[in-house]
């Protein structure tokens, strides 16, 4: 498999390219529910159920950064995995936290989370 380095990475919200960001992370799940029977020998057995998919992104203050992902907000997001490869995950998302901070010794920092809504697609 060829590897793919995250350093021309994006993330788009919107039309609008979020500058400054340097990780972003995506976490796809499935709730479960326990079926487990007298039949299973004392095994659990589970069933998927409903999926869902959340995460979080990083990166430096930017001059006008809160407007650009602002809490509460629903956004059409592309998190691209590298632009030269062009590849991306797409969907809607609701921007549910943002934590701007800065150290002595730092660059302002701001991190945002948010809850996808609907499906997520990898193009």
Do not use: C
């Not at 995250?6 to 796809?28: E, P, Q, S």
């Not at 799940?29 to 990083?58: H, I, M, P, R």
């Amino acid at each position: 498999m060829a590897e793919v380095v995250g350093k021309n990475a994006r993330i788009y919200m919107g039309k609008v390219r979020l500058d400054g960001m340097r990780d972003w992370t995506i976490d796809y799940t499935a709730d479960t529910v326990e079926v487990t029977d007298f039949g299973d020998a004392g095994v659990k057995q589970f069933l998927a159920t409903l999926t869902g998919w959340s995460g979080s992104f990083n990166g430096f203050g930017q001059p006008g950064w809160a407007g650009a992902a602002a809490v509460g907000t629903k956004y059409l997001g592309s998190f691209f995995i590298s632009a030269s490869t062009g590849s991306s995950y797409t969907g809607s998302v609701l921007i549910t936290g943002a934590s701007p901070g800065v150290a002595v010794d730092g660059a302002a920092m701001v991190s945002y989370t948010f809850q996808g809504t609907g499906a997520i697609t990898l193009s």
